[in-house]
């Protein structure tokens, strides 16, 4: 029988985690712009990236 509760920590090993908060993420080249573009700003497995626009959905955001 396969148990996933075995293989889960192996294969999440080196996963991070998203976080709402933009803190200490690292910034890409395209920070600048996309928080000109009115981009809501969060850490996300490390990188400071853009989740949301102002004028846009999150879904139309994607």
Wanted: charged share 15%; net charge positive.
């Amino acid at each position: 029988m396969f148990r996933l509760s075995n293989r889960l920590p192996s294969a999440l090993g080196g996963l991070r985690h998203a976080s709402s908060a933009a803190g200490e993420g690292q910034r890409t080249a395209l920070y600048d712009f996309h928080g000109q573009k009115g981009g809501k700003i969060v850490n996300f497995g490390g990188y400071a990236l853009p989740v949301q626009y102002s004028d846009q959905s999150i879904i139309a955001s994607h």
